[in-house]
């Protein structure tokens, strides 16, 4: 008979849950605190309806028996099969489980030795073997009693001996199911191992599948899109093709003059709208240099106002230079009379020269009136 499952319900730290047990040693370890005693506990709990120590669980708990009869379901210690009736929690604690708190070992001998007793109860053995003999040595005087005392010591110590061998044995074999178990261990971190990477390769393999199934449904829509404008562009040429079914060579040959006509012309067009675009920069060019010759015209507007402004008062003063030249005319023309000599001679040539200077002066300024006007009347016609 062996656990083959365990579930239990709010208990403990445990909380919810089930766990599974294979046939063989089942070791539970971890550190501290991980709920190894708890478990062991809800086992108890299932079997005997009670635990032994000073904790006290609320929650509820069940196991699941296997043997040779069937399969057994015994909920907090009802409904346990006959060969657990007479078993006691102290026995099954004894017999099952090792805590870590009383391990105070510290070499492997030891502790072996240690788990080797709990397990088998070979120092009990050992005990009966030394009282035993302690027997022969005493009663060993009344030679008929003794002798057949020691006779039936001597086959209780050969069964005894012949226990311990077989007790050895097991304990042999539970050392080496120990060092399986340890390998059991490693295997299975391996296998978990393997067993994610393979899941991992798995997710990888699926997903490159899926993309080279989208990229190939990809590329079939693709050409089943060509393919489907090739057949539209047959079908519009064969619509097209029904009109000229009924022409003749004659017919066709115009035709074709005048595809050829009408290609020549498209390429006319094309042309005249490149020169169309040209001559549009031009004159988006030309109507920039206008408008930066308004600008000008502008500027020289005001300029022909200012230099308008300057003629008038140039002429202001050039009809009051004349009559202030007439004047000097009419003082030199007295002090002409009265004086003499080579003084009177070159001041008279002097006043001549400014006399001939003032003319010059008035003549500029005249022409000068003459261009303002000439650009007035361009910036006129150009506006």
């Known amino acids: 008979m062996w656990i083959k499952a365990l579930r239990i ?61 069937g399969e057994f379901l015994v909920k907090d210690g009802k409904g346990r099969p006959p060969p657990l009736k007479g078993m006691k929690p102290s026995f099954f604690e ?29 120092e009990r053995l050992y005990r009966a073997m030394e009282h035993i003999k302690t027997r022969l040595g005493r009663g060993l005087n009344p030679l008929g009693e003794n002798l057949r005392r020691e006779g039936e010591l001597t086959q209780e110590l050969e069964r005894l001996r012949r226990e311990v061998e077989e007790l050895e044995a097991k304990r042999a074999r539970l050392m080496e199911a120990r060092e399986d178990l340890v390998r059991l261990e490693g295997l299975k971190e391996e296998f978990v191992r393997l067993e994610a990477e393979r899941e991992e390769l798995r997710g990888k393999v699926e997903l490159r599948r899926k993309v080279l ?25 064969r619509e097209k093709l ?75 003063a050039e009809e009051e230079g004349y009559q202030r030249l007439l004047e000097i005319d009419g003082h030199l023309e007295a002090l002409q009379g009265r004086l003499e000599g080579r003084r009177v001679a070159e001041g008279w040539r002097g006043l001549q020269a400014a006399e001939e200077r003032l003319r010059r002066r008035a003549s500029r300024l005249t022409r000068l009136g003459w261009l303002a006007g000439g650009l007035w009347a361009l910036g006129g016609f150009l506006l």
Do not use: C, H
């Open 9 to 69: 319900k709010d208990f403990g730290v445990l909380g919810t849950g089930e766990f599974q047990f294979s046939p063989g040693i089942n070791v539970l370890y971890g550190p501290n605190e991980a709920g190894k005693t708890t478990l062991f506990d809800a086992l108890e709990k299932a079997l005997f309806g009670q635990v032994r120590g000073p904790r006290r669980y609320g929650g509820r708990a069940e196991v699941l028996l296997t043997s040779e009869e």
């Open 94 to 122: 004894s017999l099952f489980f090792v805590r870590t708190g009383e391990l105070g070992f510290v070499d492997q001998k030891g502790f072996l030795q240690d788990l080797k007793g709990r397990l088998l109860d070979t």
């Open 213 to 237: 199934e989208k990229q190939a449904l990809r590329e079939r829509y693709k050409n089943l899109m060509r393919e489907k404008e090739e057949i539209g562009e047959a079908e519009a040429l």
């Open 242 to 316: 029904k009109g000229y079914e009924a022409f003749g060579e004659e017919e066709l040959l115009w035709l074709k003059e005048g595809e050829e006509e009408l290609n020549r012309l498209s390429e006319r067009v094309r042309s005249l709208r490149g020169r169309q675009e040209e001559i549009s920069q031009e004159e988006a060019q030309k109507e920039e240099a206008l408008g930066r010759l308004k600008e000008e015209l502008r500027d020289l507007k005001v300029e022909q106002e200012r230099l308008s402004l300057r003629l008038q008062a140039l002429e202001g």
